[in-house]
């Protein structure tokens, strides 16, 4: 599975390897060396990321092309101009965001740039881009929520994928009740079993 994922990501060319690299990849996936493989893959600096879609901003320069990328763990989003340069911009720096349709989708962040410099950076890309981007961006600030509050984040399996969700507050209250209702092991070793013998 992993593997497939890996390779998934070179052919969506979700992870841009240099020229040097691929030829390494070639050569290791002809000799079969997988371990190696995917350390080589590892190593890509956008390794880990997921694409959200293209698109134009208005931040730095007006019309620039981007990339726009999410690395969960890091809780950035990141804008990836042509010419490789990348704008990070943490999650936790962002005031607002909203979505509206002119001629094209926009969704617009409200963004800390600066110590007391709040900047909007204006995303013009497709009605689905738009969408994906600020569900991701809820998904993530949901989950600081609960890690702020102490709280763990509790993933659920998915059926017919091998991915996984957050689980959902009632599915977290249902969990919870399931765990009082059950007896934990080291709670049936304390009782007096001597009746039962």
């Given at each position: 599975?992993?593997?497939r994922?890996?390779?998934?990501?070179?052919?969506?060319?979700?992870?841009?390897?240099?020229?040097?690299?691929?030829?390494?990849?070639?050569?290791?996936?002809?000799?079969?060396?997988?371990?190696?493989?995917?350390?080589?893959?590892?190593?890509?600096?956008?390794?880990?990321?997921?694409?959200?879609?293209?698109?134009?901003?208005?931040?730095?320069?007006?019309?620039?092309?981007?990339?726009?990328?999410?690395?969960?763990?890091?809780e950035?989003?990141?804008?990836?101009?042509?010419?490789?340069?990348?704008?990070?911009?943490?999650?936790?720096?962002?005031k607002?965001?909203?979505?509206?349709?002119?001629?094209?989708?926009?969704?617009?962040?409200?963004?800390?740039?600066?110590?007391?410099?709040?900047?909007?950076?204006?995303?013009?890309?497709?009605?689905?881009?738009?969408?994906?981007?600020?569900m991701?961006?809820?998904?993530?600030?949901?989950?600081?929520?609960?890690?702020?509050?102490?709280?763990?984040?509790?993933?659920?399996?998915?059926?017919?994928?091998?991915?996984?969700?957050?689980?959902?507050?009632?599915?977290?209250?249902?969990?919870?009740?399931?765990?009082?209702?059950?007896?934990?092991?080291?709670?049936?070793?304390?009782?007096?079993?001597?009746?039962?013998?």
């Amino acid at each position: 599975w992993y593997q497939r994922r890996v390779r998934g990501n070179l052919e969506d060319r979700w992870i841009k390897p240099s020229t040097e690299t691929l030829k390494t990849l070639k050569q290791l996936k002809t000799a079969g060396l997988k371990e190696q493989f995917i350390k080589v893959v590892r190593s890509e600096s956008m390794y880990g990321y997921m694409m959200l879609g293209t698109g134009t901003v208005d931040y730095p320069d007006q019309n620039s092309q981007v990339e726009v990328v999410v690395y969960g763990g890091a809780e950035k989003l990141k804008l990836v101009f042509k010419d490789g340069k990348t704008i990070s911009l943490p999650v936790r720096r962002i005031k607002c965001w909203t979505l509206f349709s002119d001629k094209k989708d926009v969704l617009s962040i409200h963004f800390l740039a600066m110590k007391d410099v709040l900047q909007w950076i204006n995303i013009s890309t497709s009605s689905s881009n738009v969408i994906l981007i600020s569900m991701t961006l809820q998904s993530i600030l949901d989950e600081l929520v609960l890690i702020s509050k102490g709280q763990e984040l509790e993933l659920t399996k998915v059926e017919s994928s091998e991915s996984y969700l957050p689980l959902s507050n009632k599915e977290r209250k249902l969990k919870q009740e399931r765990k009082q209702r059950v007896p934990s092991f080291s709670s049936l070793q304390n009782q007096d079993w001597s009746w039962y013998l």
